[in-house]
């Protein structure tokens, strides 16, 4: 099962990369979060997030229901366990579209899980993105480029840097990381045991 962890500073583009490769790979799940940040126009509760008041939120930490969780620009944002059980069940491969402290806390519990940071061009570009979209209020943006600092100084730790120039770059990118990963040891070891234990059988 390929566990690929995204992270990119806000307005980047990592949610736009995300659609193109979920719609171009159907075995991979964007895995559905849970926040207490209200919907943007569009977004339905139990595919972008399950959008969740900040007491059942908390109700769900004091239940350990999270693998991670983290307070991002004022509001909080959780990957279930559930999620990645349901995953593993149903033989998906799973898409985290986390900040860099859920990247880091789910690379710790998941060593084997690819963890990719999606860079802009130009640090420009941000402040444009995120105004271009008009979801956010300039309070937001503010804090939102503020973290952006800091969220860099965490991109060399990432196993890939993808550079979202244009959306058709960044999702080939994108694509050709995720492919990768489909073929790393961890992916190929029950073909390899069978392998091995068929050879070991054929031994005269
Ligand atoms: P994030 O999920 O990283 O916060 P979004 O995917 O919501 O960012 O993208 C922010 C805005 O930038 C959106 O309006 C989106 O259409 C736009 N955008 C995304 N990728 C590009 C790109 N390569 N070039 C120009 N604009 C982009
Ligand atoms: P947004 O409000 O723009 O959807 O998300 C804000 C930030 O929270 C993004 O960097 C997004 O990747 C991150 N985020 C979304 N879900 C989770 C999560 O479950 N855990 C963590 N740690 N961050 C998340």
Redesign the pocket.
């Known amino acids: 099962m390929v566990l690929l962890v995204m992270a ?10 995300a659609k193109r490769l979920l719609a171009a790979r159907p075995k991979l799940k964007l895995s559905c979060s849970h926040t207490t940040r209200a919907p943007r126009p569009g977004e339905v509760t139990g595919r972008e997030y399950h959008f969740t008041d900040r007491a059942a939120f908390e109700a769900m930490v004091a239940r350990e229901a999270f693998a991670e969780w983290a307070e991002y620009a004022g509001h909080l944002y959780g990957t279930s366990h559930a999620e990645i059980e349901a995953a593993a069940a149903s033989e998906r491969d799973l898409l985290f ?1 986390v900040d860099v402290v859920g990247a880091f806390a789910l690379k710790r519990t998941y060593p084997r899980a690819t963890s990719v940071f ?1 860079l802009p061009p130009r640090f420009e ?1 941000l402040e444009a ?2 105004r ?2 008009g979801t956010e209020t300039e309070a937001a943006i503010a804090r939102r480029l503020g973290a952006a600092q800091r969220e860099l100084e965490c991109a060399s730790e990432f196993d890939y840097l993808v550079v ?4 058709e770059t ?1 999702a080939a990118e994108l694509m050709t990381v995720y492919d990768a990963a489909t073929y790393a040891r961890s992916e190929r070891a029950p073909l390899l045991d069978l392998l091995r234990r068929v050879a070991r059988g054929a031994q005269p």
């Not at 979202?164 to 959306?167: A, F, K």
């Open positions: 990119a500073c806000s307005g980047t583009g990592k949610s736009t990369l579209d999606i570009a993105r995120l271009g979209r979202n120039e244009t959306v960044g």
